[in-house]
Every structure is written in structure tokens, then in C-alpha cells.
């Protein structure tokens, strides 16, 4: 091969950069499917656990449902008594401004 003339190194090394940029273009091909695969293995395998979490849940829903329902019933309840008889046993003071002297003053119910 003879480079005595600038077009015939021009070709060469355009011939060079064509060949880099493919091979570049190759490796980021690659790069992308494998990392595609792992996503794709990653989501299955998310989908995996997401379904034997929900297994588990509906499993433990179906033994323990009516016992999970009325301890949440009482829970609730207690929480109301309690506050029933917080507010029964408390004397409440409540403020309210009185216009003739400009000031507030404490009420009792």
C-alpha cells in the first residue's frame, strides 16, 4: 500500500474511525442487552417475592381475620371510652374575650 498522497491517508484513517465508532456502537449494543436481561431478571424476581408476600398476607388474613377485626374493634372502642372518661373526670376551662373590660377571661363547663 502506498501513502505518498494525503487522499490515500485520508482514506486510511477515515477507514480507521469507521471501524472504531462500529466497534464502539457493537460494545454499547451489548452493554444495553445485558443490561436489559438483569433489569428484566431483577423485575421477575421482584414479581416473585411482591407474590409470595401477597400468599402470605391472604394466608394470614384467612387464621387470624376475625380475631385481627375484633381486636381492632376493641382498640378502637377502648381509645373512645378512654376519652369519654378523660373528659368526664377533667373540668375543661375554655377562654373567651370579653369585649367590655378587652380582656380574656377562663369559663368553666
Known sequence: MDLASSQAFFWL??????????????????????????????????????????????????????ILGTAAGLAKNAGTIGALFNRGSKSHSHKRHNKLTDEDEETEE
Open 13 to 66: 484513517c477515515f477507514g480507521v474511525a469507521i471501524f472504531a465508532v462500529a466497534v464502539f456502537i457493537c460494545w454499547v449494543l451489548f452493554e444495553l442487552a445485558r443490561l436489559l436481561r438483569q433489569s428484566n431478571e431483577v423485575v421477575e424476581h421482584t414479581r416473585d417475592i411482591v407474590g409470595g408476600i401477597e400468599e402470605d398476607i391472604s394466608n394470614l388474613r384467612d387464621k387470624f381475620g376475625g
